[in-house]
């Protein structure tokens, strides 16, 4: 049976990475566990949201096979399946993987492609699945995003950020990825909505979740380096991200 998975996208700079460590917690306190995190960013940052040390990324293991690293005796598929093994950080509750990229100038679709056939080995073990995707819609035209039951998209309160949203919304639909359903929610939200905003989602036939105002603790823990994982539960803005979650994911 496949997991319930979740996958974030956006433009960069809405706070993605931050609202998919606040699903990973969302998820322990209802006790819907274990979960596989994925960083298919390939700046890859949702370790130090979630407070983990990274073994090694899907991206490197490829780079190791590209430069003959491959020890005498095994084959590649071998080393690979051990490589990709270590990449995976274990946990209490969630175990994360990373994509992360080649090295030097290029496309970096062969690191998507080890990466979706080994979720595609490893999701069974699994009832639940968050994909922090990167800025943009790489991930979807690469079809690295598949069977998504939930996209959530994340914007801030610009027109811009809102557009893009409704862009990789409607890629996602176009490409037939088995999406099942969709939301927006506007996050670092200085103000309201606009009225132009709320008519460019409504237009699109998106389900607008809400907005986060921007928060201080959340901004202190940002700049100090602190696992945002770790907010409290008392904070107004894991409160309000938690009561948008329960109203539109069905866990």
Partial sequence: MRPYSIALAGKG??????????????LIQKEKTPILAVDAD??????????????????EARESMKKGSVPSGMTK????????????VETQHFDLIVMGRPEGAGCYCA???LLTNFLDRLTDNYPYLIMDNEAGMEHISRLTTRNVDVMM????GSVRGVTAAVRINDLAKSLHIGMGKSFLIINRAKTEPSEKILNIIQDAGIDYAGYL?????????????????DLPLNNKFVQAVFSIFDKQLNV
Avoid: C, H, R, W
């Avoid at 928060?215 to 696992?227: H, L, Q, S």
């Fill in 111 to 113: 690191a998507n492609t």
């Fill in 153 to 156: 998209l994340v914007s801030d």
């Fill in 77 to 88: 598929d071998v080393f690979m399946s051990m490589k990709m093994q270590e990449s995976v």
């Fill in 213 to 229: 105002p921007a928060d201080d603790t959340v901004y202190e823990f940002d700049m100090n380096g602190k696992a945002t994982i």
């Fill in 13 to 26: 700079g809405t706070g993605k990475t931050t609202l998919a460590g606040m699903l990973i917690k969302y």
């Fill in 42 to 59: 390939a700046n890859a940052n949702f370790n130090d949201v979630l407070g983990v040390e990274i073994n090694g990324t899907l991206g």
